[in-house]
């Protein structure tokens, strides 16, 4: 794939066993992702981990170091299987206790006496964070250093990436061109798609088969940044399919 | 959470730039996860890669030493950005080509003279592998040392596994009950839920909050291997509910 520069690049952590388990399906990925594409930033790896400290620690520090932003979403509510804030701290080898702006937010939903040990753990932040608000349920993620840490539930999740995007280095976006092949076979088209492809290096081309009722259908995705390179590589492979289709 | 003894563990790897842009959603990793679940097999880690051959080499090898299995998702039609063949053969360090038993199940499916040099890459197997039937299209998936190599397209992945499943070494299936906790509120039982999780170590807990059209709703998870074990904590938290909506 050729690369853009400057890229800003990123990457997300879902932390949670009930997704390993399969007993909840992730629809965060495919939500973070199509966000961070319309707004030029490539998301350029993904990871799923247990409840475990050690391991939200080591993927982490592996994906920060990495890549411009780290997404994480999951393990920050009041039970204690919600182990992300500490993990994040450890991982940044920072402290972390219960925060005032954290729990101000809290008191905007709990009266006071049913501000108990339990929900006063979502606002322990790690030192120096900056507090994700939450309009949803109040409990705000946060973000250190390039990490945000945001609540596996896909409403306050999406809400909390409103907050999140305006604030960030935005990429060129890229500009995507769908080219329907129908039931022609990936077959007949792939050497010529070869060719094309080869023949324009700032843009990707993928072809996507999916299964219909009526058997096969493909997709020929043509993405790039420049413009006129796109519409370039979308008008040879039109004709590719117009001749093949004759 | 508790570890079993012996555990058989898993990862899946998705590759493909397709999921990456939000473009496709994945459906596999909970297919997937909903299977090895089902025989005992712990998923313990799933990444997501583009199509770049050093990163799908890096994953696989980094994955491949450390559970018992992996299963990787895409890559492997007959387009150029089908990379996967050459990349799994890249990180065993193994040759590759043209696989006969492979030529042979695609001319199942295509004319000889329709097999060109485009749908041929369908049958570039790493040297040493065993071949996967694909009842769908045929053109097969492989497996080589402790990595299956699927289709990406889920009812051809599903079609895979469902060949791959019962020559694997199947651990003992977790046991998982569901406490509907309803509309009462995460922070209200979490103190309980934490001393019953400590005092319960062969089980692990979980509190899965979601949105639904009324608000939150609250589902308490228990799992674990111990038929006994997982009905104590269960009767335990049933009381922690009833005690708080009493």
Chains 1, 2 share one sequence.
Do not use: C
């Amino acid at each position: 794939m050729p690369e853009p520069t400057p890229a800003v690049t990123a990457a997300v952590l879902v932390i949670g066993d009930e997704i390993l388990s399969g007993r909840t399906k992730d629809k965060n990925i495919g939500s973070i992702a199509e966000r961070l594409t319309a707004i030029g930033i490539d998301l350029r790896e993904v990871r799923v981990v247990p409840d475990v400290t050690e391991e939200i620690v080591a993927s982490v520090n592996a994906l920060r170091a990495r890549y411009t932003y780290l997404f994480t979403t999951g393990g920050i509510g009041p039970t204690h299987d919600d182990i992300t804030a500490d993990s994040i701290a450890a991982a940044f080898g920072v402290g972390i206790g219960i925060d005032e702006r954290a729990r101000a937010m809290l008191l905007e939903r709990h009266r006071p006496e049913d501000l108990n040990a339990a929900r006063l753990r979502m606002a322990r932040i790690p030192d120096g964070a900056d507090l994700i608000p939450n309009p949803v349920s109040k409990a705000p993620g946060f973000s250190i250093g390039n990490v945000f840490v945001m609540a596996g539930v896909p409403q306050i999740m999406n809400a909390m990436l409103d907050a999140i995007l305006p604030g960030l280095s935005q990429g060129v976006p890229v500009l995507s061109e769908t080219i329907e092949a129908g039931k022609l076979p990936e077959g007949a088209f792939a050497g010529g798609l070869a060719t094309i492809a080869a023949a324009h290096g700032s843009v990707s081309i993928g072809s996507y088969p999916s299964m219909t009722q009526e058997g096969f259908a493909n997709r020929i995705v043509v993405r790039g940044r420049e413009a006129e390179a796109v519409a370039a590589a979308r008008a040879e492979i039109e004709a590719l399919l117009a001749g093949l289709l004759r």
